[in-house]
């Protein structure tokens, strides 16, 4: 398989704050669609409006 990099802004992927979230409790580690969409991928977070981003 792949090893897929997914690349993040500092406040993160908007699908981090998408429900359904476990007891209904909001947490960006835990949303049940970031889960989905990003299973098995490994993630960086990159400003790049910064010098040392670009």
Same mark, same amino acid.
């Given at each position: !398989?792949?090893? #897929?990099? *997914? #690349?993040?802004?500092?406040? !993160? ?5 998408? !429900? /359904?979230? /476990? ?8 949303? !049940? ?7 098995? *991928?490994?993630? #960086? ?10």
């Amino acid at each position: !398989g792949a090893d #897929v990099i *997914k #690349v993040e802004p500092p406040t !993160g992927d908007e699908s981090r704050r998408l !429900g /359904p979230f /476990p007891d209904d409790e909001d947490d960006p580690e835990a949303s !049940g669609i970031f889960q989905y969409l990003n299973t098995n *991928k490994r993630c #960086v977070t990159l400003d790049a409006t910064t010098p040392a981003g670009r």
